[in-house]
């Protein structure tokens, strides 16, 4: 055996992801198996196009790339009106902006930018860069 199939069933539920880890197959088909024994139970009935199936190679690393921790921050756009944008944490306590599609309405802080933050009753607003 060089691979195993893994069948999950996830769906977004008050924005956020909801993942249920069925179960590990030897066999696409046996993956395909339990979805036909399961899409008529409680739960899986109502969101049964939310399976799915994924091959993994074994001995083999599936996630090489690191990863990121992701928060929603604060900025002043170019109306001089707090923004909502996505930004990286960072080891150091600071944030880096990650806003693709909106950033040419931004103003001093902009994609890219690290910013140190402040916390104002539970949100954050990006005061200077870092």
């Not at 690393?61 to 001089?80: A, L, R, Y």
Request: net charge negative; charged share 30%; proline share 2%.
């Amino acid at each position: 055996m060089k691979s195993v199939y893994i069948l999950q069933h996830s769906y977004e539920l008050e924005d956020a992801e909801e993942t249920k880890l069925i179960g590990v197959y030897t066999s696409k088909s046996h993956a395909e198996s339990a979805i036909e024994r399961l899409k008529t139970k409680p739960g899986f009935c109502n969101k049964p196009e939310d399976f799915t199936i994924d091959e993994y190679i074994l001995n083999q690393d599936s996630w090489e790339e690191g990863f990121s921790t992701m928060t929603t921050i604060q900025v002043k756009n170019k109306d001089n009106e707090w923004q909502s944008v996505e930004a990286e944490i960072m080891n150091d306590g600071n944030y880096q902006i990650i806003e693709l599609y909106q950033n040419d309405l931004l103003d001093q802080f902009k994609h890219l930018d690290i910013v140190k933050c402040e916390n104002r009753n539970g949100i954050l607003y990006a005061i200077k860069k870092a």
